[in-house]
């Protein structure tokens, strides 16, 4: 079975090339930025955004007129792949954040901290849009040119009226960008060059029809397979008088222009944009929001959290009723909770009461983190009767919203969903109540799974069968627990890596791929399938409660397909705040989708916890990352000891 791995593979082989144009510019996407930041743009222009020496150049520059301390609150827009802020890192600047619309270059960056260990925090976003609350920032930077890829120049003006809305009061703009009038005059019309042993790159490039903006084409060639990517993109080329104007429009004043900037290539290659640039300081005078004032709702966020009811039978438990390690369980999340400072926790668990304490305490209420993966009266197929609630009561919560958790409830649909998308799944068919078993023509070995479910609930080691007679037995197994009318899946039984894979924040701005598990079997007797299903989780009599989840090993190649196919089902479902996807590895080490879980366990040993230990992120910290991605998604503002201390210099009375 070839999965998106291969296929993409196929892809590269088959790239058209489209041959000599008259115009370049008639072939430029509007939104050509959102394609283009990817591994080949950190090919072609290495010698510049990969030199570590020309990084500590624009550094001591940046630092040389825009004055900083350590304790500044720093951003970086358009960070790319990070490197601006490494280098500010490794110099001790405390509070760095990046921005960038790419996808692939944030992820890259993520992996950077992780291997690294520095304190930055890295965000993907449009740098038009107010991807942070009002007044975060000290300084906000634009470096290494990458300030005028729009189409229009109302949205590079959005882009300023941005930062605008970031920065405190007197807070500095930094702008590192190309010297338009040089390059009209001075740019290379057409270029090539070996990029190293294996690419090499063609360029062409001519001035717009207005003279605004310098059109490039770039043709990237593999020396095997050929020509692999050839792509067109525009930059805006701005004067002095123009980018002083449009500053002083957005609001800032005492802009400076500093000395010229020219970047020298080591490999002696054709800097295009980066050759000659100009750097650009300005401040901004404004007044401290009115959301920032010091009082209760800004210092402490009051929080209700729904709880599945411990009054009430749970047929997921294996006795049915809530026992010890609930109880613990719930004990571990209010301990770690108690811990966050400005927060105020209300618990509710009575759900024949739940409707009416929230419409008591809605209006003391700033949201709801939603913990009931139980189901309103532990019913699991009622999981999503709890955001509905909290949406016609008009309260915010964390998680995923009714439908997103109705579509995921359903294994049938999301493979559907995932076929859609070109996403690889095993091979099943959804078998009906009426459905003839016998007439079913299907390889084994097979796993039989509830189509509807979670928790793993109806799953055991009978349920992988290597023959007819146990595949029959196995259905009967399932229905006897779940119900003879319920559907159910069966599905080839994958025999590789079993692969989890956690995520906590929302798209397209900020979320963090927390890093690949994959389940231990290796104390698991021979004779037993290796599955994670219902023993592992809740008979610890079991060999499978033996089951450990270690960090995944795995090929650079399948984790990247498994996190970027993750990432477009988070979106394309609407998932919210946290997640996990697991996947299973074929008989050749390729990758397939087994099922979502919007609003996974959150319990202090589960999966999404397990992940983040990996990640160096403690349970407390998991729970607190999942309580600010929601509070950034519904607009709760934030408040830290920097910004009481910069009040109290402008009197604004805090008391």
């Not at 901290?113 to 009002?134: I, N, Q, T």
Request: proline share 5%; net charge negative.
């Amino acid at each position: 079975m070839k999965n998106g791995v291969s296929k993409k593979n196929d892809l590269i082989d088959k790239m058209k090339v489209i041959g000599p144009v008259d115009n370049l510019e008639d072939y430029v996407k509007r939104d050509w930025w959102k394609e283009i930041f990817n591994a080949y743009y950190l090919r072609t222009d290495g010698d510049v955004v990969n030199d570590d020496d020309i990084t500590r150049q624009e550094i001591d520059s940046y630092l040389k007129v825009v004055n900083l301390e350590k304790t500044d609150s720093i951003l970086d827009m358009c960070c790319g792949q990070g490197r601006h802020c490494f280098e500010l890192a490794r110099r001790g600047f405390l509070k760095v954040h990046g921005l960038d619309r790419s996808r692939y270059l944030i992820q890259r960056a993520r992996k950077s901290v992780r291997e690294m260990g520095l304190p930055l925090v890295f965000k993907e976003g449009d740098a038009r849009k107010h991807s942070f609350p009002e007044a975060s920032f000290d300084c906000v930077s634009i470096l290494g040119n990458s300030f005028g890829y729009f189409e229009n120049l109302s949205d590079d003006i959005k882009v300023l009226k941005s930062i605008q809305f970031m920065l405190k009061p007197n807070g500095k703009i930094f702008l590192d960008v190309a010297d338009g009038e040089y390059l009209k005059d001075n740019f290379e019309p057409r270029s090539w060059e070996w990029i190293d042993k294996d690419y090499f790159v063609c360029r062409e490039r001519s001035l717009s029809l207005d003279k605004t903006k310098l059109i490039s084409r770039e043709v990237i060639t593999h020396a095997q397979k050929g020509v692999i990517v050839d792509q067109f993109y525009a930059e805006r080329l701005y004067s002095k008088e123009h980018l002083n104007k449009i500053l002083e429009h957005a609001g800032f004043s005492g802009i400076s222009f500093h000395d010229a900037y020219e970047t020298v290539s080591k490999r002696n290659q054709d800097l295009g944009m980066m050759k000659r640039r100009m750097l650009v300081t300005a401040k901004i005078h404004k007044d401290w929001p009115s959301r920032i004032k010091l009082s209760k709702k800004l210092t402490s966020k009051n929080v209700v959290v729904l709880l599945g009811d411990p009054r009430k039978s749970d047929h997921l438990k294996p006795s049915e009723v809530f026992d010890e390690d609930d109880y613990y369980t719930i004990n571990q999340l209010k301990h770690v909770l108690s811990e966050l400072k400005g927060y105020s926790f209300k618990y509710l668990d009575d759900h024949n009461k739940m409707i009416s304490d929230l419409t008591k305490y809605r209006g003391q209420t700033d949201y709801v983190l939603n913990l009931c993966d139980e189901g309103f009266f532990n019913d699991p197929r009622k999981e999503l009767h709890v955001p509905s609630m909290l949406e016609m009561l008009n309260v915010p919560y964390t998680g995923s919203n009714p439908q997103c958790l109705a579509f995921c409830y359903d294994k049938s649909l999301i493979r559907g969903i995932a076929r859609e998308m070109d996403i690889s799944v095993p091979d099943a068919f959804y078998l009906k109540p009426s459905d003839n078993i016998y007439e079913m023509n299907f390889p084994f070995p097979v796993i039989i799974k509830p189509n509807m479910g979670d928790s793993s609930f109806g799953i055991t080691q009978r349920s992988v069968a290597n023959n007819l007679e146990e595949m029959i037995n196995a259905i009967d197994e399932i229905r006897n627990v779940i119900g003879s009318n319920s559907p159910i899946i069966v599905e080839e039984f994958l025999p590789g890596k079993d692969l989890s894979i956690g995520m906590i924040g929302n798209l397209p701005d900020n979320i963090n791929i927390l890093p690949l598990i994959e389940e231990d079997y290796s104390a698991l007797p021979d004779d037993l399938p290796q599955i994670c299903g219902y023993e592992a989780k809740w008979d610890p009599n079991s060999p499978y409660w033996n089951i450990k989840s270690i960090q995944a090993d795995i090929p650079e190649a399948v984790q990247k397909y498994i996190e970027e196919s993750s990432l477009r089902l988070f979106e394309r479902l609407e998932c919210r705040d946290y997640c996990r996807f697991d996947w299973r590895l074929d008989n050749n080490g390729d990758p397939h989708l087994l099922e979502v879980n919007p609003n996974p366990g959150w319990c202090w040993d589960g999966h999404l916890a397990r992940m983040c230990k990996f990640a160096d992120i403690s349970y407390r910290d998991m729970l607190h990352k999942v309580l600010l991605a929601a509070e950034e998604r519904i607009g709760i503002p934030e408040i830290d000891m920097s910004v009481k201390k910069d009040l109290a210099q402008v009197g604004e009375g805090l008391a």
